[in-house]
T-cell receptor, first 114, second 115 residues
Framework: AQSVTQLGSHVSVSEGALVLLRCNYSSSVPPYLFWYVQYPNQGLQLLLK??????LVKGINGFEAEFKKSETSFHLTKPSAHMSDAAEYFC????????????FGTGTRLQVTL | GAVVSQHPSRVICKSGTSVKIECRSL??????MFWYRQFPKKSLMLMAT?????????EQGVEKDKFLINHASLTLSTLTVTSAHPEDSSFYIC???????????FGQGTRLTVV
């Protein structure tokens, strides 16, 4: 079985500050890991994914995440927050293969203040 | 990039009626699609895995007779909420994974309100 833990249901940062959203996973097989962003009443948009290639993954909108097997972590970072980054962020894990379901964390709401 | 289209985006129905939600993969074939339900300010809960040409696989606690899933083609899966009740009101999202890439794309979601 796989699971994801997102520490912090709410994170607030000032515009221009570092964004750090934490994600730890549990998986009995080498995982695929994902970060998604969701704006109100919309579906999920993929920010980035780890699929066993480079451990530092760069995504859209300046976000990146580093896969650390020893820490079972896949934290999401962005050097400088922008007001438009305010949204709900979900970390997800899956096994390989297109028939594998994604298991989501509980989500972290990012607030960006002036 | 790959696109998954979900329709309708919003629907309001009366208690006791049925509502059908469509999920289409627009530029790739999806033998497997996934249906999620999201409660307000909560994470996504997998309801079922839709398999083209065969029966869907439901997660524990999900009523298969209430949430009917049909995956009749490689680009279309439907979720029908039968005899809807107010407690079925929720945000429903479908997803499909692109063969070979491992990447999952999501539909825009459907906001169902049962009155």
């Amino acid at each position: 079985a796989q699971s994801v833990t997102q520490l912090g249901s709410h994170v607030s940062v000032s515009e221009g500050a570092l964004v750090l959203l934490r994600c730890n996973y549990s998986s009995s097989v080498p995982p695929y890991l994902f970060w998604y962003v969701q704006y109100p009443n919309q579906g999920l948009q993929l920010l980035l994914k780890y699929t066993s290639a480079a451990t530092l993954v760069k995504g859209i909108n300046g976000f990146e995440a580093e896969f650390k097997k020893s820490e079972t972590s896949f934290h999401l970072t962005k050097p400088s927050a922008h007001m438009s980054d305010a949204a709900e962020y979900f970390c997800a894990v899956s096994e390989t293969g297109t028939a594998s379901k994604l298991t989501f964390g509980t989500g972290t709401r990012l607030q960006v203040t002036l | 990039g790959a696109v998954v289209s979900q329709h309708p985006s919003r629907v309001i129905c009366k208690s006791g009626t049925s509502v059908k939600i469509e999920c289409r993969s627009l530029d790739f074939q999806a033998t497997t699609m996934f249906w999620y339900r999201q409660f307000p300010k909560k994470s996504l809960m997998l309801m079922a895995t839709s398999n083209e040409g065969s029966k869907a696989t439901y997660e524990q606690g999900v009523e298969k007779d209430k949430f009917l899933i049909n995956h009749a083609s490689l680009t279309l899966s439907t979720l029908t909420v039968t005899s809807a009740h107010p407690e079925d009101s929720s945000f429903y999202i479908c997803s499909a994974r692109v063969p070979g890439s491992g990447e999952a794309f999501f539909g825009q979601g459907t906001r169902l309100t049962v009155v």
